[in-house]
């Protein structure tokens, strides 16, 4: 059994600025993958956001098809109660690290932004719109929102939320977004949804400067 709040390791990136850190956005990989994967997204964000810290934990858990990547949650068994019950555990985790960071920082959660990819967005979404006091918002590149009927009872926050998808991608269905989007603006949050024409489960160029735009947007 994993300790219910491990030791994350990962790379971090100080503010470009060089000065104390002003913001915190906590990069989240995919299922199999790890942190350096994803920690190239904060250099490209710093020109946005020079005051900001950037920290691309390792997920908890080995990965159960992959020992040299780590897991938010298993995904061997994806019936809806198992996903739910994987992306609630992870959920968990990582509050607790996202509370030992902010304090750290002598930040709010008002300086807070998640970015995720794949696993990485469904962990994030579910932490997202349950984190009080609200964050400052989340992007979601090639994700889902897992059991978007337990929302009605659970939503606590409604921070702004982007979400990028490749219409080719070929591992987490495109109509994810779609699904996604509908379900959160039902519930009263600001949703910008950007499909990526011929875009594999990927993060290109362009879904970077969306991204981008919308953390120095909402950090303004």
Same mark, same amino acid.
């Given at each position: *059994? #994993?300790s219910?709040?491990p +030791? =994350? +390791?990962?790379?971090?990136? @100080?503010?470009r600025s %060089?000065?104390?850190? @002003?913001?915190?956005?906590?990069?989240?990989h995919?299922?199999?993958?790890?942190?350096?994967?994803?920690?190239?997204?904060?250099?490209?964000?710093?020109?946005?956001?020079?005051d900001a810290?950037?920290?691309?934990?390792n997920?908890?858990?080995?990965?159960e098809?992959?020992?040299?990547?780590y897991?938010?949650f298993?995904? *061997?068994?994806?019936?809806?109660?198992?996903?739910? &019950?994987?992306?609630?555990?992870?959920?968990?985790?990582l509050n607790? =690290?996202?509370?030992?960071?902010?304090k750290a920082? /002598?930040? !709010?959660? #008002? @300086?807070?932004?998640?970015?995720?990819? /794949?696993?990485?967005? *469904?962990?994030?979404?579910?932490?997202?719109?349950?984190?009080?006091?609200p964050?400052?918002?989340?992007v979601?590149?090639?994700?889902?929102l897992i &059991?978007?009927?337990?929302?009605?009872?659970?939503?606590?926050?409604?921070?702004?939320?982007?979400?990028?998808? %490749?219409?080719?991608?070929?591992?987490?269905?495109?109509?994810?977004l779609?699904? &996604?989007? !509908?379900?959160?603006?039902?519930? %009263?949050?600001?949703?910008?949804?950007?499909?990526?024409?011929?875009?594999?489960?990927?993060?290109?160029?362009?879904? *970077?400067?969306?991204?981008? !735009?919308?953390? %120095?947007?909402i950090?303004?």
């Amino acid at each position: *059994m #994993s300790s219910p709040n491990p +030791t =994350f +390791t990962g790379p971090i990136r @100080k503010p470009r600025s %060089g000065g104390k850190a @002003k913001q915190l956005v906590i990069l989240l990989h995919g299922w199999g993958a790890d942190g350096p994967n994803l920690i190239d997204l904060g250099d490209a964000f710093a020109s946005v956001l020079p005051d900001a810290q950037f920290m691309a934990p390792n997920a908890p858990h080995v990965c159960e098809v992959n020992p040299y990547g780590y897991q938010w949650f298993s995904l *061997m068994d994806r019936q809806p109660q198992h996903m739910l &019950a994987g992306v609630r555990s992870a959920a968990e985790i990582l509050n607790h =690290f996202i509370d030992e960071q902010l304090k750290a920082l /002598s930040l !709010e959660n #008002s @300086k807070l932004a998640l970015v995720g990819f /794949s696993q990485g967005t *469904m962990v994030g979404l579910q932490v997202a719109l349950r984190r009080v006091p609200p964050m400052a918002g989340m992007v979601g590149f090639s994700g889902a929102l897992i &059991a978007p009927d337990e929302l009605a009872k659970e939503i606590t926050a409604r921070p702004p939320i982007c979400l990028i998808h %490749g219409q080719e991608d070929d591992v987490v269905p495109f109509a994810s977004l779609k699904a &996604a989007t !509908e379900a959160l603006k039902s519930h %009263g949050i600001d949703v910008a949804s950007h499909p990526r024409p011929f875009l594999g489960h990927s993060i290109d160029l362009e879904g *970077m400067k969306i991204a981008a !735009e919308f953390l %120095g947007k909402i950090f303004k």
